[in-house]
């Protein structure tokens, strides 16, 4: 395959990007569907340090979701187009 054929078939970076910010979004949504209700437990009245504690929570959910989707966009990019 020559160079520009090459460059015709991989996926720009914009795209993986996208495709990255998608894919996080779904993992973080599963994640914090899934798991939230293990680490929170909801009192009759909240207070500063139960949204705290949730907005770190979700923070970690967002962090580890983003990684976990670059990961695999990446892999996904370079089995399929050698990139």
């Given at each position: 395959?020559?160079?520009?054929?090459?460059?015709?078939?991989?996926?720009d970076e914009e795209t993986q990007k996208?495709?990255?910010?998608?894919?996080?979004?779904?993992?973080?949504?599963?994640?914090?569907?899934?798991?939230?209700?293990?680490?929170?437990?909801?009192?009759?009245?909240?207070?500063?340090?139960?949204?705290?504690?949730?907005?770190?929570?979700?923070?970690?959910?967002?962090?580890?979701?983003?990684?976990?989707?670059?990961?695999?966009?990446?892999?996904?990019?370079?089995?399929?187009?050698?990139?």
């Amino acid at each position: 395959m020559c160079e520009k054929e090459k460059e015709d078939a991989s996926v720009d970076e914009e795209t993986q990007k996208r495709a990255i910010m998608l894919l996080s979004t779904g993992i973080a949504a599963i994640l914090a569907n899934r798991l939230s209700d293990r680490f929170i437990d909801v009192p009759d009245e909240r207070g500063i340090k139960d949204d705290v504690k949730e907005a770190l929570l979700k923070a970690g959910f967002s962090l580890a979701s983003t990684i976990i989707a670059s990961v695999i966009i990446r892999r996904v990019v370079s089995t399929r187009w050698g990139a």
